[in-house]
């Protein structure tokens, strides 16, 4: 069994598998044929000591998943398409995506919050209530969100390709073979999702933005902003350490509700995109130079044809 905490994120018909110093991904080719390919993490910060640092090493490893993850969703399109397997996306074009996404989710899911509870009881002397009801409006918001996205077409199959990612990882850790039979009786959800991940930053925003009180408008939206780094990083460590602790009765009941909204993000998927999970995480066992589990590496796969890519002969 490998040593080091795979995960992973579902991309349009695909997988990407994070590895300890590389990622791969595998995706479902309009032509059928499943295709691949690996990259070194190098961010700057990997592998550096601050990349270990409890309460920085979240903050690291959200910076290379959103840069890495927005990427390879672009190419993960563009092949589903049928477009160009090595169309890139430059790193100014990222970078405004990212910025473009960042500003919209903390409008949507922080700031829209508080305005509407500010709003809604602007009569209200007892500040608890106001917290209280920007709480309760986030929680909605998201909820809402990820339920009427899901009922997209195309994102319900990520979400599919999300319980493929799962199911695979499950099956890596308990030790059994990567074949669809065996992934097949994993469940879905995962206690290191990035969904209970998201859940985790809710709760904890809620207790934050409470101890921040009611002040004047422009310090309550600053404090929304400035501690969303702060936020993100002790939820990180809350979510490493409910993920090693999900043995303990109170454990699970704490981190229960992120099971739960999973049951939006991820879906039972087909046999042949637990083929693609599959691939992506033999691949990043590949990379990072581990050994397969006996009985996998029998998936047919092609490498593609990506600038800066690191490929290996097709197995």
């Given at each position: 069994m490998a040593r080091f905490s795979y995960g992973g994120q579902a991309l349009i018909e695909g997988v990407l598998m994070r590895g300890r110093d590389a990622v791969a991904v595998a995706l479902r080719h309009p032509d059928g044929r499943i295709v691949w390919a690996t990259e070194r993490l190098d961010s700057g910060f990997h592998g550096s000591r601050w990349a270990k640092a409890p309460f920085v090493r979240?903050?690291?490893?959200?910076?290379?998943?959103?840069?890495?993850?927005?990427?390879?969703?672009?190419?993960?399109?563009?092949?589903?398409?049928?477009?160009?397997?090595?169309?890139?996306?430059?790193?100014g074009a990222i970078a405004i995506m990212l910025l473009i996404t960042l500003v919209a989710g903390i409008g949507i899911f922080f700031l829209l919050p508080?305005?509407?509870?500010?709003?809604?009881?602007?009569?209200?002397?007892?500040?608890?209530?106001?917290?209280?009801?920007?709480?309760?409006?986030?929680?909605?918001?998201?909820?809402?969100?990820?339920?009427?996205?899901?009922?997209?077409?195309?994102i319900a199959r990520v979400f599919q390709y999300h319980g493929a990612e799962h199911m695979t990882i499950h099956a890596?850790?308990?030790?059994?073979?990567?074949?669809?039979?065996?992934?097949?009786?994993?469940?879905?959800?995962?206690?290191r999702c990035g969904?209970?991940?998201?859940?985790?930053?809710?709760?904890?925003?809620?207790?934050?933005?409470?101890?921040?009180?009611?002040?004047?408008?422009?310090?309550?939206?600053g404090s929304r902003i400035l501690l969303i780094p702060v936020i993100a990083a002790i939820g990180y460590?809350?979510?490493?350490?409910?993920?090693?602790?999900?043995?303990?009765?109170?454990?699970?009941?704490?981190?229960?509700?992120g099971i739960l909204v999973q049951m939006i993000t991820t879906k039972q998927p087909t046999d042949d995109m637990i083929e693609v999970a599959i691939v992506s995480m033999e691949e990043a066992l590949r990379a990072d130079?581990?050994?397969?589990?006996?009985?996998?590496?029998?998936?047919?796969r092609a490498p593609m044809d990506l600038a800066g890519a690191v490929t290996a002969p097709e197995a």
């Open positions: 979240g903050l690291i490893v959200l910076y290379e998943t959103l840069v890495v993850g927005t990427r390879w969703l672009v190419r993960s399109a563009s092949v589903a398409s049928a477009e160009e397997e090595g169309e890139e996306l430059g790193r508080l305005f509407i509870a500010s709003a809604t009881t602007a009569g209200i002397d007892n500040g608890a209530v106001q917290h209280l009801v920007e709480g309760l409006i986030r929680v909605a918001i998201f909820l809402g969100y990820l339920m009427l996205i899901g009922r997209a077409p195309d890596l850790e308990a030790g059994r073979d990567l074949v669809p039979a065996e992934v097949r009786q994993f469940p879905t959800a995962h206690p969904t209970e991940f998201l859940v985790v930053v809710i709760a904890l925003s809620i207790v934050a933005f409470s101890l921040v009180g009611r002040q004047e408008p422009l310090v309550m939206v460590e809350i979510l490493r350490w409910g993920a090693r602790h999900r043995s303990n009765r109170l454990v699970r009941a704490i981190m229960y509700p130079g581990e050994a397969l589990p006996a009985g996998s590496g029998i998936l047919q």
